[in-house]
């Protein structure tokens, strides 16, 4: 297939031949052109851009996939040709790292054959300035020159440059090949139980191409990397310092298919930095140039789960848009397979249960199907979770990639990264604390020398955690507004926090992250505060029925109670609305621990805010039971309080409390309370409606006034506007001591009592207008 501009990326699949002549291949192809295989076993049919069975040979495989790049490296291009396979598969054969001689030229690899391309073709078009190769291993993470002699001492990377690597010029071809041939042979290889040569590192051979173009200078490279193999302990035999080697051999290539999907899709966001093969090799992987991924497989029956692994990181890598006609053959493939297809126990791990019965959610689906726990070890169980959470995440969005905007799309990969991270210490915390046995996980008893042991069920549920974990961020991000100040994320998972089967493990991320990132400090609630809150709900939501932030002050009055319970709280005054709004959730306030019966400080609202609940129906003690603390409790005073606690624990009638707390049944707002008919008037009215004298309606209230002044006792004065009882009491001491008032002015005598003071009496009291 011819590589255009178009298409950037290609991927390829070669099939290794089966060994043994007894061993039938698992992989069928069903369609040469367009190029669809299926694994019957399975029922699955995939469509790449190339297939190579079992019977093409090198040359074919070169001319179809590299030999396009070679011409567009002459042309300025870096282009990048991948390798990629469970181990054994023929990886290193196919890109030729392992050079030994140009003896049998039909088993030559990629990597002599781009030499002889570009040394021949240079020659007939005399195009040619000069051409250099450098050869770098990655070995746990850490970069070596196998061209230099000294090959122990790791290079340093600023960037995406390695600093003081070798880049020899080359002369001849011959020149080239030995140069090959030696840093091969410095490679780190291990034996294995299923390669004797395995490659423990990822091998970049890069060649440099200055031609001349007229009088313009052109540049281009092309990188052959034979990736190291991804691998499973339980076939391979790993343990100690190979096992990590497979860890990190797997961290690597799990961002290699990330940096190439998010190619694909156009991402705005590449994660080169995950690891140490891509952030050097950032200058060839974008879409500017050419990437080539030539993926190896078993055919053997016996390597089906990594095969299928293989299969489905080429298919992530890119998603090739598949045309009507390779639609047909794979919707008749499947039609004529789809007994297969019926049967649960072949279902394979990587695909996702459709059982259209169920939601589709992530934490209904099996990570990992049971039949096949036996087959897959724990080193192995990184790439294997790897394509489960990536299923399970395109699952659970039910979205494809591409119709997500770039901040989502570099949030998704991110997240697949940290899942990654996530489960890498997982396991390494398995392999220190070995989990109880499990029906399930013994099979892998048997091995346990060998294999280090951990419950697959202990694997999904950290899976299923961190996976809603992040998808939770992910949908919070979503909805946040840019603007904000505080990371909605970090408040959506404090208060997930709380949830009761996180509550033990979420302890030390309460002490550690919450306080560092969040901004503020976690509660440590006890599971009874925890079940208190969860039955306060309802409440919750009636102390502020607008779904609006409590006031400061309210909060400020819990944080102190708070300082002496167990209970630590504090809230960001900065918050946003969309983060207030957030808060409002009735599952938020769930699990917020915001309330806590009881238990929590009775806070009691400002005046205002108690005023505009305007509550207006009667509260039915017997059924609100604690969910009318909070809203009740804070329209109590201590006495009455007290009561409503009395009667709660002494199982008192309950219709003793009705009777003793009848003002929360039938509160009223003082504002919105109704002048009822015959209610008491106020001694400035008695006195008006009692005068009979011919005086204008004006001077009958001055007198009134005057009257309540003199003869008022302190509840009369009380009714005055603008006295209260200490001012009611200077009048009263005034009075006594200099006799009566002759005129409402003389209240400018008393102590205390300036023009302003007076003036506002005389306003309010309509004494003025
Ligand atoms: N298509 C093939 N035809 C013939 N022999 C093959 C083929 N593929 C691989 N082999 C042979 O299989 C053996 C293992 O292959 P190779 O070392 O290339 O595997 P690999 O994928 O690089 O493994 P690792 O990841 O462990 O390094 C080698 O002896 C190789 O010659």
Redesign the pocket.
Known sequence: MEVSKKECITVSI?I??TLKSKDTSCIQVISKEPPVLAIPERSQAYHFDNIFS?EID?EEIYDKTVKPLVDHVKKGYNCTVF?Y???????????G??FQGLDDLS?VGIIPRVLNDIFTNHADNNEFVDIGISFLEIYNEKVFDLLQPDRKTPLSVSGFVVQDMAIKIIDSIDSAMMLLELGSKKRH?AE?K???????SHAIFTVYFTGRNGTEEVKGKINLV????S?SVRKTGNTGSTFQEGVSINKGLLSIGQVISALSMKSAYIPYRQTMITSILQGSLNVDNYISLIA?VSASSDNITETLQTLDFSQRAKKIRSNPEVNQIITKYKKEHSSAIRTPLKRQTTTPLKTPARKKTIFSMPLINEANQSQIDNSNQISVCSSSVTSIMSNYMDITQETLSPVIRKYITKMEVSIMDKLESVIKNSLKTPAKSSPLAAPLQADKENTPGMSWNKIQNEVSKLVKSEIAQLKVKTVRATSSPIDGAKIKRVLEYDSPADEINNTAISETDSNKDFGFKMPMIPTKKYKQSKNLQNSALEIEPTGQMPRRSMRLSMKKHDASNVSDMSFDSTMTKDESSFIQQPEASEQSGFLFGDQLPIATPRRSTRLSKKPTEDIDLNTTKNSCDISCSSLLNSSERNLLNAVRSKKKNIAVVRKSVGFITKYKSPKTKKKRKGAKKSPVHKLISQSKSRDSPRTVHSKAVLKILNDGNLKDLGTLHSVGAKTGEQILLYRKLKGSFNEIEDLSLVPGWGTKKFERFMTLNLLKM
């Not at 396979?85 to 890109?95: A, D, L, N, R, S």
């Not at 034979?226 to 193999?229: F, I, K, R, V």
């Open positions: 070669r290794k031949p079992d090198q390798a396979g469970q181990t054994g598969t023929g990886k290193t054969y196919t890109m790292t392992g088993h290889v294995t299923q390669n004797i040569n395995s490659s423990r034979d990736l190291a193999g691998e190896c």
